[in-house]
C-alpha cells in the first residue's frame, strides 16, 4: 500500500505515544494514546511496539515523530539546524524500513550563544502554518514539559528557546516542602494571575517559591490556592522570557487545551493578546503535508 492510500501517524514522546490513522482524504478514522513512550520500551523492543500500533490500526506506513527520533528512541534522526521549513524536514526523514517507515527529525538552534534543540513540535508548527492555522510570522508559545517559545518567519522556523516550566512543577508536586500543596488541580482564577503578576516581575524565583509556604503558615494565602498560585508564577516567568523573544509579533499558543487555556490567561494578565491552536490537530496537518510529499 502507498502513502497516498492513507498511512499512520505517531507522535511518539517520552512517556506517552498518541498514533492516528490518516486516509487518502486526511481524514483521522482512528486513534488511541497509551502509555508507551520511549521510556517504556526495552531495549530492542520498538520494531515490535511498532507492529503493535499496526496491529491495532492497519498494516498501513509508519510516519514517527518525537523522541522516537532521540538518541533514546529507536534510531537517532540527526537534528536540521535552524532557519528551517518544513522541505527541510522532508529531506532529513530517517527511514527504517524504506518507503515504509519514517522518523521525522527534530531542530537545533544555535543563535547568539543560545543552544537549544526540539523534537515533536515541529511537526505540529509546519502543519499549522500549512493548513494557514497560523499565520507565515509569529511568535509561537508551545507549552508542555519543556515549554517551547519559537519565532517563526515567512514559514520558516528561525529560532526557539526552551523553558522547563512543566518539568519544574512537577518536580516540586514530586518532592519538597511545597509538594503538600500542589495535589489538586490548577485553574486560571484570581490566585493564579496573582502568581503571574509576581512571576512576569522577574524577581528572585526560589526565594518566591519559599514564600508561598511561609503565606499558607501565615494565614496570607488559602492552602488550596497555594497549587494556582505556584502554577502562575512559573508560568509568568516564563511568559515573560518568551514575549521578549519577537517583539509585537501575533502571539499564537499551541498545545493540549488544557495548557493553552492556562497560558492564554497569563498572557492577558501581561497584556498580550493572543489566540490558541489545538496541537493535535496541528500534528495531523503536519503528518498530512510531510505524507503528501511520500510517494
Not at 531542530?107 to 499549522?128: C, H, K, P, T, Y
Not at 500549512?130 to 515549554?147: E, F, K, Q, R, Y
Not at 515567512?154 to 528557546?161: E, L
Not at 488559602?222 to 509568568?236: K, P
Request: glycine share 12%; hydrophobic share 45%.
Amino acid at each position: 500500500m502507498s502513502w497516498s492510500d492513507g498511512f499512520i501517524a505517531v507522535d511518539w514522546g517520552t512517556t506517552n505515544r498518541r498514533a492516528y490513522r490518516l486516509d487518502a482524504s486526511g481524514r483521522c478514522l482512528a486513534e488511541f494514546e497509551d502509555a508507551k513512550g520511549v521510556l517504556a520500551i526495552e531495549a530492542g523492543g520498538f520494531p515490535a511496539a511498532a507492529g503493535e500500533i499496526r496491529e491495532r490500526l492497519g498494516d498501513l506506513p509508519l510516519l514517527l515523530a518525537g523522541m522516537i527520533g532521540s538518541t533514546r528512541g529507536w534510531v537517532e534522526a540527526p537534528y536540521v539546524p535552524c532557519p528551517a521549513g518544513l522541505d527541510d524536514l522532508v529531506s532529513r526523514l530517517s527511514w527504517i524500513e524504506p518507503k515504509r517507515t519514517a522518523i521525522v527529525p527534530g531542530l537545533s538552534s544555535a543563535v547568539g550563544g543560545n543552544w537549544d534543540v526540539m523534537r515533536g513540535e515541529e511537526i505540529q508548527l509546519f502543519g499549522a502554518i500549512d493548513s494557514a492555522l497560523i499565520p507565515a510570522t509569529a511568535l509561537v508559545c508551545h507549552p508542555g514539559t519543556h515549554n517551547k517559545w519559537i519565532i517563526v518567519e515567512a514559514g520558516k522556523i528561525t529560532d526557539f528557546q526552551t523553558v522547563m516550566t512543566g518539568e519544574m512543577f512537577n518536580l516540586l508536586k514530586s518532592a519538597g516542602i511545597l509538594a503538600e500543596f500542589l495535589a489538586g488541580a490548577v485553574a486560571a482564577g484570581e490566585p493564579f494571575r496573582d502568581g503571574v503578576r509576581r512571576g512576569l516581575e522577574q524577581k528572585a524565583l526560589t526565594a518566591d517559591l519559599f514564600s508561598v509556604r511561609a503565606r499558607v503558615l501565615l494565614g496570607n494565602l488559602d492552602r488550596e490556592d497555594a497549587a494556582d498560585y505556584i502554577s502562575g508564577l512559573l508560568i509568568g516567568l516564563d511568559i515573560s522570557v518568551g514575549l521578549g523573544l519577537a517583539g509585537d509579533s501575533d502571539l499564537i499558543i499551541m498545545g493540549r487545551p488544557d495548557l493553552a487555556r492556562l497560558y492564554e490567561a497569563a498572557a492577558g494578565v501581561a497584556g498580550r493578546g493572543c489566540r490558541t491552536v489545538d496541537g493535535a490537530d496541528a500534528f495531523i496537518a503536519g503528518a498530512l503535508a510531510i505524507g503528501r510529499t511520500v510517494e
